[in-house]
């Protein structure tokens, strides 16, 4: 596959609602798209980088930044048969995962799209849907939250997971668990916490959760070893997690049972397979974790979720939940029963609506080889 031209689009969705975690207040989701034009197919991936580095250290202009001046000009013009060739060209650059999976996304996309098969096919996933959840950010009020959390229980999501930070946790948790007392129930801190918190976690062990998502540092796997080991609740890690390394480390040491996957976290769906592997043979569960992504980065998440050990509901939500219009056809919607549709067509399985992709960009920029 000759890599003939390649594109990048810095774009800004709107969200249907603010999402307020530990790390402030999104109003709108800014990411890069990248478009990969080779052999007469046309391959899209998402760059989840954000317009602030509260999440990750990564945002839009780093990683424009490693993409136009080093992913790029590694690939640009070359003729190449797997993602591993590519991946060995640019294997000098380290970190700036979320640059890195944005291409390796399209590049996945492309060449499923030459061997006419589908992203999940090509990616080794057996499921035809998978269950979903649905992560809801901090609210003003118990009752504003227990009302939200109906509302997408009706919708039919198989679990709910809720932002926790200092003073907004034990008191949703428990009003949560007495109003749901049988439902997949978890919480996410993203790194609100220290050790000296422990008690707030021995108090959350007593409501049945399904597990609690990084409750400490976002680069710590030490410290959650100490804490794993005091709570029957599994912690599962996320922003500590950027690669097959530092989950062996984590796995090792119990500083978590369960893994949240996110592509852009580490690198790309080869990553990502790595992981969900290494996690299969250790008996982890493992899920897809998100990032507020555009239809076309929540294609790859859900081709990805596709793969067997992907066994726990993932943070994949119907397009309608995060923005009025998607950029992709068809949306994402889930069914009454709580799954979502595996797309079975070539690559991503989906259509870019150029029109609404063209609303959304706020700037753009293409190379030839
Ligand atoms: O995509 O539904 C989604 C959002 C899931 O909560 C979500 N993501 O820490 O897991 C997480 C957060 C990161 C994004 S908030 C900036
Ligand atoms: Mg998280």
């Known amino acids: 596959m000759k890599i003939e031209r390649i594109e990048l689009r810095h774009v800004k969705l709107v969200l249907v609602s603010p999402f307020v975690t530990s790390m402030g207040t999104e109003y ?13 197919v046309t391959g899209w ?19 424009w930044h490693i993409l136009r001046d080093f992913l790029i000009p590694s690939i640009l013009g070359k003729d190449i048969s797997t993602v591993d060739e590519a991946i060995a060209g640019y294997a000098k650059v380290r970190g700036h995962m979320m640059a890195k999976a944005g291409l390796e996304a399209a590049l996945w996309d492309a060449l499923a799209k030459t061997k006419g098969i589908s992203l999940s096919q090509m990616l080794g996933g057996t499921r035809k849907k998978i269950d979903v959840g649905v992560s809801i950010g901090i609210q003003d009020s118990v009752e504003g939250l227990l009302k939200k959390i109906g509302g997408y229980l009706a919708e039919g999501y198989k679990r709910i997971k809720i932002k926790i930070a200092p003073g907004f946790d034990l008191q949703f948790v428990e009003a949560v668990r007495k109003e749901f007392p049988g439902i ?11 050790l000296d918190d422990i008690g707030i976690f021995k108090k959350m062990d007593d409501y049945n959760l399904l597990l609690i998502e990084q409750p400490l540092g976002y680069e710590d796997i030490f410290d959650h070893s100490k804490l794993q080991r005091e709570l029957k609740t599994p912690i ?26 996110k592509p852009g976290r580490v690198g790309g769906f080869t990553e990502s397979k790595l992981i ?15 990032m507020l992504e555009s239809g076309i980065g929540r294609a790859g998440n859900v081709a990805l979720a596709s793969l067997s050990n992907f066994t726990l509901p993932g943070d994949i939500s119907a397009s309608k939940r995060y923005y009025k219009e998607d950029i992709v056809e068809p949306e994402f919607v889930v069914n009454p029963d709580g799954t979502m549709d595996v797309p079975t067509n070539p690559g991503i399985g989906v259509e870019v609506n150029m029109k609404n992709l063209e609303k959304v960009t706020v700037r753009s920029e293409s190379y030839k080889g």
């Open 276 to 290: 969900h592997d290494y996690c299969a043979s250790m008996n982890i569960p493992v899920w897809c974790g998100g």
């Open 28 to 40: 709108d989701e800014e990411h890069i798209i990248v478009r990969v034009d080779a052999d007469g």
């Open 184 to 194: 997949l129930f978890q919480v996410d801190a993203n790194s609100a916490y220290t």
């Open 45 to 63: 991936g998402e760059s989840v980088a954000e317009g602030t580095p509260f999440y990750s250290y990564e945002t839009v202009p780093t990683a």
């Open 236 to 261: 599962c890690l996320d922003e500590s997690i950027h690669s097959l390394d530092d989950t062996r480390a984590a796995i090792e040491l119990d500083s978590c049972r369960i893994i949240n996957i």
